[in-house]
């Protein structure tokens, strides 16, 4: 009986003992911990508090981004829509940087999100308690651009009217201080609306100045005839035959482009740029040593990132000077079979505007904070390709490109201008040869020659209509011009230019 007795107990007290220890256990396993968050759950919550993202402001302090409250969340307001959608970028639904300048400076705009502790009351609400922790969120820092909203806004307009009057497929318009590597305005197109992102995203929504990769045609003739000025080449070469219109070299056909320089096919070197001859440049080319002008296109520029201070920069390709034959070296001479991108070339013409010197051109002035603006340590020197005689030689030419040659179209009345058109061929990947339908033209050009306050590039993309670029982008980097003009001068001296303008034609 005692033994049975006993025996009751031990069971009674060792069930009690395996829940008890089985309680116990689970209290501190991974099972229990989540059935207890689970519990906890039931009467907290803890609600994140995002930060306001930061304001970014064009040059004169208006705001081209900004966000404004709308009851828990932060919404993202563009004033200026598509006139800088490509520029700007957006951001995705939690607040961070997807595009353009949002993802570039995404780390100074976000700022930290807060968070604090709700409690759950008998009716479901859940309410803060003050006794319970809270961290208040760190807003973003305001920045303020390069850009200027109003040449913002005149070369997105111009770019968009050109480009539906010849029915092109996309461009771009880079406006920058060329003595700083400021950029004043990068207006691509096509362009979006920034309250409701397309989809897909299209590489072609993405700002073409930075990201696209071309060939570039007559505007690379530069670097070539550069290379002859910094070689003393042009103190024996003095004149260059171009008959009978045409070069070929190993039985690749050169030729130029139906204009005035058939009456004289005696060039001077000069005069090669002044016309764009394809078969001038390209004998010029054959008088200099590969290496020369291919280390002379890196020193511009080329074949490596200008450092600017976007995302989606490619570094371009230039194929290296031990693998050029005669060919190639003719048709890198005119801008074929390399690529760039835009930024490059403005940057390339920025070093002959402002007397030799390439620049790292970059989009922020600035970082805003407690409402004192720290300035970035710019302009940055890369380093120094020309002496002022050959800067001299070069800006000479380029301006007679638009006082009598190929950038007539560009040139405006009391405004001297130096430029350079560019016509290129793009390449046919089906048809395997160089399509004579779609083209790209351009036309880079900057002003006051005598001291330049602006360079401006403009580059439309397969135009369905027009042959050349002196046609076709001349005249809207003429137009932009023309409202920059009038934008900074009083109305009785633009009255007078107009109308000497009017006389002129």
């Not at 296109?297 to 290296?320: H, N, Q, S, W, Y």
């Not at 940057?347 to 790292?360: K, R």
């Not at 001297?416 to 880079?444: H, L, N, P, R, W």
Request: glycine share 8%; net charge positive.
């Amino acid at each position: 009986m005692k033994i049975r007795k006993l025996l009751v107990y031990i069971s009674i007290y060792g069930v009690f003992i395996f829940y008890g220890y089985s309680l116990i256990s689970f209290q501190f396993s991974r099972e229990g911990a989540l059935y207890k968050q689970k519990a906890k759950k039931q009467f907290f919550r803890e609600k994140v508090l995002k930060p306001r993202r930061g304001t970014i402001y064009d040059r004169k302090s208006r705001p081209l981004a900004f966000s404004i409250r709308e009851g828990d969340r932060w919404k993202r307001e563009y004033p200026y829509g598509e006139i800088c959608a490509s520029l700007l970028g957006f951001i995705g639904k939690d607040n961070e940087g997807l595009e353009g300048i949002e993802y570039y400076f995404d780390d100074i705009l976000k700022g930290k999100d807060g968070h604090q502790i709700l409690y759950r009351t008998r009716n479901g609400k859940y309410l803060p308690l003050p006794d319970f922790p809270r961290k208040d969120p760190e807003n973003g820092k305001d920045i303020m651009l390069t850009i200027d909203i109003d040449l913002q806004e005149i070369a997105y307009r111009n770019l968009k009217n050109w480009i539906k009057k010849w029915e092109a497929k996309k461009g771009f318009v880079i406006i920058l201080n060329p003595s700083t590597g400021e950029i004043l305005s990068l207006a691509s197109w096509p362009s979006f609306n920034p309250e409701k992102i397309p989809s897909p995203f299209l590489p072609s929504y993405r700002c073409l100045p930075v990201t696209y990769l071309y060939e570039p045609g007559s505007v690379f003739k530069i670097v070539t005839y550069a290379t002859f000025i910094k070689e003393r080449r042009h103190e024996k070469i003095k004149r260059i035959d171009t008959s009978p219109g045409s070069l070929i070299i190993k039985g690749i056909e050169i030729h130029d482009p139906p204009s005035d320089i058939k009456r004289n096919y005696i060039l001077s070197p000069e005069e090669v740029i002044v016309h764009s001859s394809n078969i001038g440049i390209s004998r010029i080319a054959l008088s200099l040593p590969a290496k020369k002008i291919y280390e002379n296109a890196l020193l511009m520029g080329f074949g490596v990132k200008t450092g600017i201070d976007f995302p989606g920069e490619g570094t371009g390709k230039l194929r290296k000077y031990e693998e050029w034959d005669e060919i190639y070296k003719c048709t890198f001479s005119f801008g074929q079979g390399i690529f760039v991108n835009g930024i490059q070339i403005a940057m390339a013409y920025a070093s002959i505007a402002n007397g030799g010197i390439l620049l790292e051109p970059f989009l922020l002035k600035g970082i805003i904070k407690d409402e004192k603006i720290e300035i970035n340590s710019y302009p940055k020197v890369i380093r120094k390709i020309f002496n002022k005689q050959e800067i001299e030689l070069i800006k000479n030419t380029l301006k007679k490109v638009v006082e009598e040659g190929s950038g007539i179209r560009a040139r405006f009345p009391g405004i001297s201008i130096c430029g350079k058109t560019g016509t290129a061929q793009k390449f046919d990947i089906a048809k395997g040869e160089y399509s004579f339908e779609k083209e790209i033209m351009s036309f880079v050009g900057f002003f006051p020659a005598e001291n330049p306050e602006y360079l401006i590039y403009v580059m439309i993309d397969e135009p369905g209509k027009g042959r050349f670029a002196s046609q076709v982008a001349a005249p809207l980097f003429r137009q932009i011009v023309e409202e920059i003009y009038r934008m900074q001068k009083p109305l009785k001296d633009i009255e007078m230019v107009l109308f000497a303008k009017n006389e002129i034609k």
